[in-house]
């Protein structure tokens, strides 16, 4: 039997619970998915490759059938093509992340005909949540427990203070 894999890319800084369910939600309807970590060059990030990497992992510790990486090196359609993967999962909070998102799952196509990418809304309780505006609550200290998952909460308190 094959073991379906799903790429969930993207550039987590920090990963949110919205982050989080899509994660769980993917894996649901896959066997297995690869979150991995991704620049965005249109991105100013908060936190280096590496830490995005460890509050992913820390936060998937208990999914089974996860695993996490850091691509800081190729297009992700590229590494679509080498992960094994079957199909790329995106989360999509409106119409501008869809438009935002199909372009860029157009853009993958280009690259490589066999990248797929599969458009999942956000359930209503997390379509508030997004990184750039935790990372607003970063900067000026506000409580980040109803926005991202214990482990990232954590980490960026040991972080950032």
């Not at 894996?27 to 280096?48: G, I, L, P």
């Not at 998102?101 to 005909?113: C, D, F, G, K, Y």
């Not at 935790?134 to 991202?148: C, E, N, S």
């Amino acid at each position: 039997m094959t073991t379906r894999k799903v790429l969930i890319p993207g550039t987590f800084d920090p990963p949110t619970l919205g982050h989080m369910d899509l994660i769980r939600r993917a894996v649901a309807m896959f066997d297995a998915a690869e979150v991995v970590v991704f620049n965005n060059t249109a991105k100013q990030t908060m936190f280096t490759a590496e830490q995005r990497r460890e509050m992913l992992a820390g936060a998937c510790a208990g999914l089974p059938a996860v695993s996490v990486g850091c691509v800081t090196d190729t297009l992700m359609a590229e590494y679509f093509a080498a992960s094994g993967a079957c199909a790329i999962v995106k989360g999509v909070r409106g119409v501008l992340d869809f438009d935002y998102e199909t372009q860029l799952a157009q853009i993958s196509r280009a690259v490589n005909p066999h990248a797929e990418t599969l458009l999942l809304p956000t359930l209503p309780e997390f379509m508030h949540i997004s990184s750039s505006m935790v990372r607003d609550m970063i900067k000026y200290k506000h409580a980040l427990g109803a926005f991202v998952p214990p482990f990232v909460e954590e980490y960026i308190r040991r972080v950032i203070g």
